[in-house]
């Protein structure tokens, strides 16, 4: 659980709908460990989701799918350790919620008490509304995901773009407003087109947060190892580097073997 630090303004679900009624981008990324959750809530994002793209980008797995609530409670507790500003929002994992609303209270309940998050993220609509109802009647806030939903890549076998055709866009419209209804504060919209991530946003008042999904959702949101370069396979259209992590890193890495094998490393001042 972090520490209360008087001096900052903690984010709450309140201050992104602020932000969202006065027309101000909300910035959210991923974070999964202390280190880099200090990095990014230090440089000032307001929501920082621990996604359980960890599955991918910790564990090396293929999908999000097999990423345990142990696993993302670890991942969880790490974050909330060194945020002091940005709200954490929490990825129920893949089997921890579909299909029975009571022990979906019970894998929040464990998130929110174990590791001191502020919020869950649930991916779905219509289906798992009874979920998300018995979460909200705890008091805990909830994130929707609509869209692309990475836990049901087996149902639609690929990573492409959702809801083109106007049906799937039709019931995406009406999973967003009953989001809203239910009382979520927030939902994701991911790899959708952008002109329907427009009419969504201006069809609900929700902050809408895309990845994906164009320039007119309330706030964006991307994976932070992809942000940042550290993989180089991962090419998407959506996707903006801001770094080429990987190329320094390697460089670094190598610089070091090469000072090692040379013996310049340690020298005399790095001696004791
Ligand atoms: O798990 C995750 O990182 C996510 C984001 C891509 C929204 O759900």
Redesign the pocket.
Known sequence: MSVHTPDIKRVTTHTIQEMKNRGEKISCL?AYDYSMAGIVDAAGVELI?V????SNVMAGHET?LPITIDQMIYHATSVVRAVKRALVVV?LPFGSYQGNSREALNSAIRIMKESGAHAV?L?GGLEIKDSIIRILSAGVPVMG?LGLT?QSIYKFGTYTVRAKQETEADKLIEDAKMLEDVGCFSV?L?KIPAKLTKKVSESISIPT?G?GAGPHADGQ???LHDLLGINKEFKPRFLRRYADLNGVMTDAISNYIKDVKGKSFPNEQESY
């Not at 996604?51 to 960890?54: R, Y």
């Open positions: 991923t989701l996604g359980d793209s960890a999000t990825d993220k991916e995901h990475p994701v991911e947060v990845i949101i991307l994976v």
